[in-house]
């Protein structure tokens, strides 16, 4: 074929898939059920968690409980947790966390995240709340009553 006819011929014939294809209607969305939405399945049940054993009760036992005033007005509250012993919950903002108490070298109580994203470092005059998985404090300077006596002796 001719170089001459064969541009236009080229051209005319994406022209008209161009335009067949312009033409062709979008796809209908798909009609709504009139059934209700099958509900989410249900999360699966928490692990237990593991029986503490004497060290750990040893820690918890050392833990201060109760509300702790924090900078920038903020709180968190400790608690013992109600289902197992040895574990600890820590309460701040919206969240919730199981905690591991654990004695240090240092003389510091920390409080572990049972699923690892969290700590509570309890030392003499104050705790912090940090985020382990970005390694930023959530809160600092948090003090207990007992911390308080602490710094006022100090």
């Keep these: 074929m ?5 541009v236009p011929a080229l051209l005319a014939s994406m022209f008209c898939l161009g335009l067949a294809q312009a033409e062709t209607p979008a796809p209908k969305a798909a009609p709504k059920s ?5 509900p989410a399945p249900a ?15 040893s820690a918890a036992e050392r833990t201060l409980y109760g ?4 900078e920038f007005s903020q709180k968190i509250d400790v608690s013992m947790n109600p ?31 049972v699923t690892g994203r969290t700590l509570l470092l309890q030392i003499a005059n104050k705790s912090m709340l ?4 970005i390694g930023q404090r959530m809160v600092d300077d948090c003090v207990h009553p007992e911390q308080a006596k602490f710094k006022v002796a100090g």
């Design 67 to 70: 509300e702790y005033a924090c």
């Design 43 to 57: 999360a699966p049940a928490a692990k237990p968690l593991p029986p503490a054993d004497q060290e750990q009760l």
């Design 130 to 133: 940090m985020d382990t998985k």
């Design 34 to 38: 009139t059934k209700a939405a099958k």
């Design 83 to 113: 289902k197992t012993p040895g574990y600890v919950d820590v309460k701040f903002k919206n969240s919730l966390f199981t905690m591991k108490p654990v004695l240090s070298s240092t003389g510091a109580l920390r409080l572990e995240d």
């Design 2 to 6: 001719n170089r001459t006819l064969l």
